[in-house]
């Protein structure tokens, strides 16, 4: 009984290990430095990414207002022309009615009918109806 017996196990598949980049193998030791510069790096890449996408945001806003005001001022300019176009239509108008207005009172005045008369082409034969087409 001098040497102890070796019992044999079965063979069993060795798996192999996988090694990844970011994960340190679990025999290797990290000190504290390297972790925290690992940290700053990856919070560094997060801050970028969010003001990347933060830009491209605020650059997308810009451009939906810029054209919300584009149209704004398109729409604004063409009210603007057409009340002119409505305001000169509307003078041109009450100088008309004022003419008329004061032609009509005048034929109500001592002597506005024959001036009426005299200012037409045509006789009108006495005893008929004058009408007058336009």
Same mark, same amino acid.
């Given at each position: 009984? @001098?040497?102890?017996?070796?019992?044999?196990?079965?063979?069993?598949? $060795?798996?192999?290990?996988?090694?990844? #980049?970011?994960? !340190?193998?679990?025999?290797?030791?990290? +000190? %504290?430095?390297?972790?925290?510069?690992?940290?700053?790096?990856?919070?560094?890449?997060?801050?970028?990414?969010?003001?990347?996408? @933060?830009?491209?945001? #605020?650059? @997308?806003?810009?451009?939906?207002? %810029?054209?919300?005001?584009?149209?704004? @001022? /398109? %729409?604004?300019?063409?009210?603007?022309?057409?009340? /002119?176009?409505?305001?000169?239509?509307?003078? $041109?108008?009450?100088?008309?009615?004022? #003419?008329?207005? /004061?032609?009509? +009172?005048?034929?109500?005045?001592?002597?506005?009918?024959?001036?009426?008369?005299?200012?037409? +082409?045509?006789?009108?034969? !006495?005893?008929?109806?004058?009408?007058?087409?336009?």
């Amino acid at each position: 009984m @001098g040497q102890p017996q070796r019992i044999e196990e079965p063979l069993r598949r $060795k798996r192999s290990k996988k090694i990844s #980049k970011n994960i !340190p193998p679990v025999n290797k030791k990290i +000190d %504290a430095f390297t972790q925290v510069s690992e940290f700053q790096k990856e919070e560094f890449r997060r801050e970028l990414l969010y003001s990347n996408v @933060g830009l491209i945001l #605020k650059f @997308g806003l810009f451009i939906v207002f %810029a054209t919300s005001l584009l149209n704004l @001022g /398109l %729409a604004s300019h063409q009210r603007v022309t057409r009340n /002119l176009e409505l305001s000169y239509l509307l003078e $041109k108008e009450s100088k008309k009615l004022h #003419k008329l207005r /004061l032609r009509f +009172d005048e034929m109500f005045t001592n002597g506005g009918e024959q001036s009426f008369f005299k200012e037409q +082409d045509q006789w009108i034969t !006495p005893n008929s109806v004058r009408v007058i087409w336009r």
